[in-house]
């Protein structure tokens, strides 16, 4: 088989790329090594910024996000028993986020490759990557027992922190920045109506929560939990009263509980991994760097890769101009890295961190009293949370 970009990962950042390059006429196709219900069985982000939003519209699978997500002008940061409002809209001239779950992204990027007769290549199994310092890059990968060899002028390792992209870039490459946090997210989905209308991060002597929300019917919830927990170890009555036990009393009293229908614990940690191209391989998203949580940045990151990397696509296949392929590396690292800071900072702020001294646990207080006192400490929290510019 040959194409003109073979993308690898059927995750936000393969589908969203191989939609746009379809809508500029640039062939490709996606190779995802699990079953479709697999990777719509996970449940992930919930928060959009504005860009990505809108680069949803631009390949024109917005129709269910106008419908049923929900923006957000605000949220709240509790602080033991102290409640800093961020006022998103007022702070960033009329900036917002939009909630949305993740899951839903990628089955309106699947339908609309579907309907458009794009080829997505499920259960592509022992996928590698050839040649990529040649002009006829190659991956080869099994599909029902039979080795599929596809040539393409370029190579998109869409392919998530455990795919084999980033491994293809050669160590004397290859440069990573790691730091991991000594505590995971334990998340519930519940169908129960949501505590409150915006999301509350809260930070609490016993650890970090989260309350979010995929819909008015549908809520999403995070503990801090040890890195080393599993799932059985928490049923779902330790689950809400760990949950309730580090809100604020009238947060608490009012959390509406009940069964889990998703669980799950996801570890943290920051990681980049430079540069993100080599030769005739580019990755983009959780391939090439990680963000904790905190700061809903994992897949809004994968989404401003897209938008660099279409655009250097299109502009090379197109218009027969490779500088920004030649500069896409450089570009999106300048925009990781700060969603990096930002991230980094936010679980800094929020997260109990078991190794901290006591003047540690100071400074976390004092950081928060100057967000809760400071226009400009909001403000540059704000402008964080709704996405920097592209
Ligand atoms: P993904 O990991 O989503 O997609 C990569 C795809 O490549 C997967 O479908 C995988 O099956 C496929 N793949 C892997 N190896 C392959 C191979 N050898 N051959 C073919 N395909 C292969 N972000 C937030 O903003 N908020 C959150 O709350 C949040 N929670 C998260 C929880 C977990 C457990 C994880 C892992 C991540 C979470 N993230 C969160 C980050 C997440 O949303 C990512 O940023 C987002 O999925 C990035 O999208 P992709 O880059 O497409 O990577
Ligand atoms: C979520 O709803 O899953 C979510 C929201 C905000 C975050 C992380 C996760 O910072």
């Known amino acids: 088989m040959k194409t003109q970009v073979a993308i ?18 640039v062939d490709n196709v996606v190779l995802e090594r699990r079953s479709r219900d697999y990777v719509l069985g996970r449940i992930r ?17 917005a129709e269910r996000l106008k419908a049923e997500g929900e923006v957000h002008a605000g949220f709240n940061i509790a602080f033991h028993d102290d409640v800093c409002h961020i006022d998103l809209a ?13 899951t839903e992204v990628t089955r309106d990027l699947y339908e609309a490759l579907d309907t458009a007769g794009a080829t997505v ?64 997210w ?21 650890g970090f929560a989260l309350c979010s929300l995929r819909s008015r019917q549908l809520s999403r919830y995070y503990v801090q939990c040890p890195v080393d ?36 614990i996801a570890p943290l940690r920051s990681f980049v991994a430079e540069p993100m191209s080599w030769n005739r391989l580019f990755l983009a998203g959780d391939s090439a760097h990680i963000v904790p949580p905190t700061g809903a940045k994992g897949l809004n990151l994968a989404a401003s890769d897209v938008y660099y990397l279409s655009r250097a696509f299109v502009d090379y296949f197109n218009r027969d101009v490779e ?33 901290q001294n006591k003047f540690e646990q100071r400074l976390q207080a004092a950081e928060f009293n100057y967000l809760l006192n400071s226009e400009a400490a909001k403000l540059a929290l704000a402008e964080n949370y709704v996405g920097l510019e592209y």
């Open 323 to 355: 500088s920004p392929l030649r500069d896409y590396s450089k570009t999106a690292l300048a925009r990781v890295w700060k969603a990096e800071r930002f991230s980094w900072w936010m679980t800094r702020l929020l997260h109990l961190f078991p190794d």
């Open 8 to 25: 690898v990962g059927g995750g936000p950042a393969g589908l969203l790329l191989s939609r746009l390059l379809h809508l500029n006429g």
């Open 186 to 206: 334990l998340g519930v989905l519940s169908e129960t109506p949501p505590v409150a209308e915006e999301l509350m991060y809260a930070s609490h002597e016993s």
């Open 45 to 61: 982000a919930g928060v959009l910024e504005q860009g990505l939003v809108d680069l949803l519209h631009e390949a024109d699978v």
């Open 121 to 184: 290549i499920h259960d592509a199994e022992n996928l590698a990557l050839h040649d990529i310092d040649t002009d006829s890059p190659k991956v080869t990968f099994d599909q029902n027992g039979q080795e599929q060899i596809i040539s393409a002028a370029f190579i998109a390792g869409c392919d998530g922190f455990h795919g084999p992209s980033r491994q293809a870039i050669p160590n004397s490459v290859r440069q990573e920045y790691e730091l991991t946090y000594p505590f995971g």
């Open 90 to 102: 007022q702070l960033t001239d009329g900036k917002n986020v939009t909630v949305y779950g993740q």
């Open 229 to 264: 927990d599993s799932v059985a170890d928490w049923s779902d009555d330790r689950f809400w009263d760990e949950l309730k036990s580090r809100l604020p009393t009238e947060v608490a009293n009012s959390l509406v509980t009940g069964p889990s229908i998703e669980k799950s």
